[in-house]
């Protein structure tokens, strides 16, 4: 138990569906992030957070929306998307954003679009 | 792009055995990090190391960090099959960047 908890596990939508990842964190940290995870590649960052305020944005499709609504929560909304975009969504916080950065976590969530 | 290179890829030894990872770059990090992950879980971090030529261990796992603070490994002694999983290292970048530049990993199995 790392402290941050995503839900769903495991997620199978459509290219046409819309859902949405959600991130929560119980240890008091001021930043979050998105990672995607790859057969065969490196862990991808996708955003980061600091004090609920976007402060890296990775390149990433239209088609990935985070949302951070405090400190504690994160969202990662999810529209049209394709097969490629099939991965393990990972979820992270540290205590802040800045050098030396400690990251936390989650279990992630297996997404397979179809 | 700050690219860290992990060696080997994948790696099966035999419970008892020692063996060590890599983990290199040409750029230069303020910190280093190294993250165990099993299957259908996320990283968890073992370890930061920060200054160069420092060394760190943690019961039977020993990491350095190289003096230019460019590479770093990890070694392991006597290793168990509960060792298995996938070692990440993660780069702390020098400038003000607000993210960790993650290895290619290397999945370690270690058979009873």
């Known amino acids: 138990e790392t402290g941050v908890t995503q839900t769903p596990r495991h997620l199978v939508m459509g290219m046409t569906n819309k859902k949405s990842l959600k991130c929560e964190q119980h240890l008091g940290h001021n930043a979050m992030y998105w990672y995607k995870q790859s057969a065969k590649k490196p862990l991808e960052l996708m955003f980061v957070y600091s004090l609920e305020e976007r402060v890296e944005n990775n390149s990433v499709p239209s088609r990935f929306s985070p949302e951070c609504p405090n400190s504690s929560h994160l969202f990662l909304h999810l529209h049209t998307l394709q097969p490629e975009d099939s991965a393990l969504y990972l979820c992270?916080?540290?205590?802040?954003?800045?050098?030396?950065?400690?990251?936390?976590f989650g279990q992630g969530t297996r997404l397979t679009v179809v | 792009t700050q690219l860290l290179e992990q060696s080997p890829q994948f790696l099966s030894i035999q419970e008892g055995e020692n063996l060590t990872v890599y983990c290199n770059s040409s750029?230069?990090?303020?910190?280093l990090q190294w993250y165990r992950q099993e299957p259908g879980e996320g990283p968890v971090l073992l370890v930061t190391?920060?200054?160069?030529?420092e060394v760190k261990k943690l019961k039977r796992l020993t990491f350095q960090f190289g003096d230019a603070r460019k590479d770093s490994s990890l070694h392991i002694t006597a290793a168990q099959p509960g060792d298995t999983g996938l070692y990440l290292c993660?780069?702390?970048?020098?400038?003000?960047?607000?993210?960790?530049?993650f290895g290619t990993g290397t999945r370690l199995t270690v058979i009873p």
């Open positions: 750029s230069v990090f303020s910190s």
């Open positions: 993660a780069g702390g970048p020098q400038t003000g960047a607000n993210n960790l530049f």
């Open positions: 190391v920060v200054t160069g030529g």
């Open positions: 992270a916080s540290s205590q802040d954003a800045g050098l030396n950065t400690e990251a936390f």
